[in-house]
């Protein structure tokens, strides 16, 4: 589904990704771990497509599709969704206006008929039902004056609606008490399917223990220097990444 | 004859002008003089008063100097180089068919969903029946004929009513006022007259967009609208289509007059032909723009969306008279490619416990330049008067400007004023956001321009209030990048 080969992206002259490889099959649910400047949050919006990053060499395809050519909504329309790390809040802008137009933009891009307010309604009640959310966040101005955890729930709504194939959960716990990241994982968990992959960028292993990959990577340096099963990540939390770095250095 | 009888009289008499200014001959030379001023009456068969109004003006505009403003920038107008009087276009002069207008505009038309005979109505074509509208504008006369309510041009009421017209044309912007106001008085075209007698609550919208002959109002438009004790009237003028015009200077003048308990609203949607992108063409819209607030309890609105015009210059202003009158001025302003504007409101606080309110949206995108000039006058007998300003800026790109120039005078020391304003850009952050979701950049700048005006897009009666929307995301295309 998503295949990344050598990546390499800077940042003005600085180069942060240096030569990373990923391969996400459908249905998998990736964690990516690493220490603070290690590149993840790089990696998730070079894949997203944010300006202000220069890709020097590699590739990454999605479904076949050379990602990198691509504009963000395009992307998007592909069926890629970012997750942000920090929403932006774009007063006076309607929630469910925003996620109708979005909807209805992508649905329009991928030659659907675009959806009525009515089926629209319809739709978001499901959405909520699924999540457990009520519906108080949809007459606001897109995130704006949302607290933390009603940034990130938003965002897992938004993903429940748009139905990606591809969601890149970019730090989604940071800044979440433990009740908030509860809700936010088992909205997360409820939009799980073999149809949906997952790349859940994280600092702390936390997380994971509500999200449970099938995958876990520490980046470190621009670079994915160890990959295993679930147990990779306890054993990060136990001996920090201190152990792993150290232990690419001698090898 | 009694104004009730006056009224009956004008709604039935079926219009014996056909509902359009009869014109024997075609344009008179370019220059102005008395004999123009003179010509110009005698064409339209005024009254006497009527020409000796319009003579004192233009004696008095002898007497003034053209102003000048900081910031605007534009070649000095030659006002002996234009003709004051100028019949509609011939027939055969118009262009014959949408194949011969500027495709650019076409396309706009279509973006706004406009029927095509519309389209050519307002390209300027000669069509022989004006699409339907000339059935409901007489749905339309004959539902306000039974509310009392007076609704035509000004030139019909200066024959119609002219006691109406004497009381209280120039009661609001006297000639005196200012060196645009005194050119209007002295060679205005023709305007709106809306009167709404005592208690009336106006049936409907009155827009102009249902008089048919105003369409060709010209450069020098004068409306006039007066609600009597405890009446109603919502108003819109303009049209979110682009018009062609072959004038460039337009001043018109706008007066309002809102007897005890009495409540207008006038909405604006203006989108005159900005020019070229280096500005060349465009249209140069002065207004003058007043309300009075005579009654007490009395209030006036003024609603404007402002995207058109190469230069605009007009201050929506309340004089608040009657005790607890009421002021409110709502803006949302676009200037882009070369256009300027200066634009806001005076709020003249006179009577006690007077309000008002100001809320303006600037929004500059390319080189657009753009300043909010407001005056909120607090007098010595207004006790407990009160003013909210909010005036926001919005910048698209990093060549366009924008200022905020607010004047408060307070002479009473039970006033309350309160002074909002911000400045912002539209981030990359938003953008990046919006675009992850699957919107295009442009959706994406039209949803967050749209967001950033929608306090005032609320106070628009709901369908403008959709074109306006519309209007907008139109004007901003291309604005980003």
Known sequence: MLSVKGLRANVGDKEILRGLDLEVGPGEVHAIMGPNGSGKSTFAHVLSGREGYEVTSGSATFEGKDLLVLEPEERAQLGLFLAFQYPVELSGVNNTYFLKAALNSIRKARGEEELDAVSFLRLIKDKLKILHLDDSLLKRAVNAGFSGGEKKRNEIFQMALLEPKLAILDETDSGLDIDALRVVADGVNALRSPERSMIVVTHYQRLLDYIQPDYVHVLAKGQIIRSGGKELALELEEKGYGWIEAEGRAA | ?481
């Not at chain 2, 306000?144 to 609704?151: C, R």
Request: proline content about 4%; overall charge negative.
């Open chain 2, 1 to 481: 004859m009694t104004s009730t009888q006056a009224v009956d009289d004008i709604v039935k008499s079926e219009y014996e002008h056909g509902f359009t200014t009869e014109i024997e001959s075609d344009t008179l030379p370019p220059g102005l003089d008395e004999d123009v001023v003179r010509a110009i009456s005698k064409r339209k068969g005024e009254p006497e008063f009527m020409t000796e109004l319009r003579l004192k003006a233009y004696r008095h505009w002898l007497t003034m100097t053209e102003p000048e403003w900081p910031a605007v920038d534009y070649p000095k107008i030659d006002f002996q180089a234009i003709s004051y009087f100028s019949a509609p276009k011939r027939p055969e002069d118009a262009p014959k068919s949408l194949d011969e207008i500027d495709p650019a505009l076409l396309e706009t038309y279509n973006k706004l969903g406009i029927p095509i005979e519309e389209q050519k109505a307002l390209a300027g074509i000669a069509v022989d029946a004006v699409f339907d509208s000339v059935s409901v504008a007489t749905t339309f006369r004959e539902t306000l004929a039974e509310a009392g309510v007076i609704f035509c041009s000004i030139s019909e009421a200066v024959h119609d009513c002219p006691e109406l017209i004497r009381q209280y044309m120039g009661s609001v912007v006297p000639h005196t006022d200012n060196y645009y106001a005194a050119l209007n008085a002295a060679v205005f075209s023709d305007g709106t007259f809306v009167y709404v007698p005592k208690g009336v609550r106006c049936p409907m919208e009155l827009s102009t967009y249902f008089r048919i002959n105003a369409r060709n109002t010209g450069q020098f438009e004068r409306t006039l609208i007066v609600a009597e004790e405890g009446s109603y009237v919502s108003y819109l003028e303009g049209c979110t289509a682009p018009q062609r015009d072959e004038n460039q200077l337009h001043a018109a003048v706008v007066e309002l007059i809102a007897l005890e308990g009495a409540e207008i609203k006038y909405s604006t949607v203006q989108n005159w032909y900005p020019g070229d992108e280096q500005g060349k063409g465009g249209i140069y819209n002065f207004v003058t723009k007043r309300g009075d607030c005579r009654g007490a309890r009395s209030k006036i609105s003024w609603t404007q969306v402002e995207t058109g015009s190469a230069i605009t210059w007009k201050y929506p202003s309340c004089l608040l008279r009657g005790e607890d009158s009421v002021g409110e001025f709502y803006s949302v302003a676009v200037t882009k490619g070369r256009q300027q504007a200066d634009t806001g409101t005076k709020m003249i606080h006179i009577g006690k416990g007077t309000r008002s309110t100001i809320v303006s949206k600037g929004i500059s995108a390319g080189q657009g330049r753009q300043t909010y000039r407001g005056l909120v006058r607090i007098g010595q007998r207004a006790e407990g008067a009160r003013n909210h300003t909010q005036c926001d800026s919005l910048l698209i790109g990093d060549r366009c400007t924008a200022n905020t120039f607010p004047y408060i005078e307070v002479k009473h020391p039970s006033a309350q004023m309160e002074h909002e304003a911000t400045t912002s850009k539209i981030s990359d952050d938003e953008l990046f956001y919006c675009r992850s979701r699957g919107l295009t950049e442009e959706d994406a700048v039209s949803m967050i321009v749209n967001g950033f005006c929608k306090e005032v897009f609320n106070e628009l009666p709901m369908e403008f209030a959709v074109e306006a929307q519309k209007l907008l995301s139109i004007s901003l295309e291309g604005a980003v990048g």
